[in-house]
């Protein structure tokens, strides 16, 4: 379960980087940002596709700070969920193993 945490807080770390990216090229002309996208595989974990986003054909950079922010916040609630989740599992365990000694 542990493992599911950890690797959504590995792919919103990629989220963020590319976040952090497109934030920091807004003036930039005829910058594309890139979008990232989570999705869970098989085996419950969690990755990170990165892909550019749609050319608008536009001279300057397309990259739309409202979609950002708004992104910004989304990874840091989803990285302090997992987070919270791990160090939960964790008291759990230790909880067991204090009855089980």
Known sequence: MISSNVSSIQANQVFLNNNANNIANVNTDGFIPSDTYLSNNANGNVSADTRLATDNGSQTSQTDL??????????????????????????????????KV
Not at 68 to 90: M, P
């Open 66 to 99: 409202t979609k950002e922010i708004t992104d910004q916040i989304t990874i840091s609630r989803s990285v302090e969920a997992n987070v919270n989740t791990i160090k939960t599992q964790d008291e759990m365990f230790g909880s067991l193993l204090d009855i």
